[in-house]
Every structure is written in C-alpha cells, then in structure tokens.
C-alpha cells in the first residue's frame, strides 16, 4: 500500500489567495483526520470524518477553513481567503481501527 | 476531559545513552495508549501502542508499559542511537477508541550526539 498520499508537499502563496490541500487515505480505512503543526501551538486537531461524513469539526480555526470528503478515497482542505498566519504544515491521517497513519504533510507558506 | 502530559524538551543524549521520556495521561474510561515519533520533515509514524493495563509495547528497541496505578505510559530505550533523534509524541484513544480519535502531548524532542 502506497500510504497515505498529500499533495502538494509545499504550497507558497500570496494573502488573499485560495488554498486547496488534497489527501488520498489508505484504501479500506474509513476515519480520515486533518491536523495542523505549527512551533507555536504544536499539533492541532481541525476536523475529523467518518465514513465520508464530518463528524467533528470544532477546530477549525475559523470560518475560513473547510474540508470535503466526496467518497471514500479523496478529502480536501480549503483556506479562502490565506492568511500568513496559515502557514503552517497541514497532516491528512486515516485509520481503521485506533491506530492512526499519518501522510508526508503539506507545508504552506503563506507570504 | 481526556488529556496528554508530556516532559518539556529538549532532551540531549550521547550515544548508547539509556532514554526515558515521561508521558501521563487524564482520561475516563480505559484508552489505549500510544507513543508516535517524528523524524525531521516527515509524517509522524506510530512506534508503539498498548491496549490495556499492564500491556508493554515495544519496537526498535523502545519500550513503554500501561501503568495504570500511576496513569502513566513513560518511552524507554536501552541505548540510543543517533537516527533515534527526532520528537516523540505520547496519544492516548479517546471514546476508547469508539471514535479512532487521538488526544496527543506536546511532543518531546531528543538530539542524538555522537
């Protein structure tokens, strides 16, 4: 099994632009978890699905963020507008029983 | 609620030096527990994980015991070695793994000198 696959691994934008960040889990598991790391806050929690439906959402940081997962193989992170407070680098992590495995990350760099 | 305390990094060893990294956990019911560890530039990776009380896991030489007396999960390792450097993250399950959820620590980062 490939793992689970991020992309892109670096993403630089401009403040004020759209930032799509995509996430392939592992076939078979149907818990898929976005994180965020920062130095500052460390590792965050910002939404979490279960079979394809959003079960906990209360840590995305605002209004700004959102995350889809249209079927079983493929989720998105969407931040409109970035700030450059965003930059940050963003973990997609799937599982199937507790144990969670986790993908390369994205780093973003918002300028 | 469920949380995860971690010791303050960072913690800096010579090589074939003895590793202990404290983990204590707060939770209601019985979580299983885990230690992850994260190496420059990439994804964390599960090292070990144990399911009940009194479990120890164990792998590439890293050992950790359920103690659930002392609410506590401590990484040990006999001898380090310098690719052991990298930060190490405590978990526990939270909802007893009902919602594959993980409360993680703060992460703990070992340097490895030779």
């Known amino acids: 099994d490939a793992g689970v696959i991020q992309s892109p691994r670096h993403e630089v934008t401009e403040m004020g632009q759209e930032v799509t960040l995509r996430c392939k889990p592992i076939?078979?598991?149907?818990?898929l978890f976005w994180y965020r790391q920062t130095m500052m806050r460390g590792l965050e929690l910002l939404i979490y699905f279960n079979n394809n439906v959003p079960i906990d959402d209360s840590g995305m940081p605002e209004d700004r963020f959102s995350a889809k997962m249209p079927n079983a193989s493929f989720s998105t992170l969407k931040i409109q507008p970035s700030e450059p407070r965003d930059s940050a680098v963003y973990f997609c992590?799937?599982?199937?029983?507790?144990?969670?495995?986790f993908g390369p990350g994205t780093r973003l760099t918002v300028l | 609620g469920n949380s995860v305390t971690q010791m303050e990094g960072p913690v800096t060893l010579s090589e074939e030096a003895f590793l202990t990294i404290n983990c204590t956990y707060t939770a209601t019911g019985y979580p299983s527990l885990f230690w992850y560890v994260q190496y420059p530039g990439e994804g964390l990776q599960l090292l070990l994980k144990?399911?009940?009380?009194?479990d120890k896991g164990s792998n590439k030489g890293f050992e950790a015991t359920y103690r659930k007396e002392t609410t506590s999960f401590h990484l040990e390792k006999g001898s380090v070695q310098v690719s052991d450097s990298a930060v190490y993250f405590c978990a526990l399950s939270e909802g007893g793994g009902a919602t594959n959820k993980l409360i993680f620590g703060t992460g703990t980062l070992l340097a490895v000198q030779p």
């Open positions: 076939s078979g598991h149907d818990y």
């Open positions: 992590a799937s599982s199937l029983v507790n144990e969670q495995f």
């Open positions: 144990a399911t009940k009380a009194d």
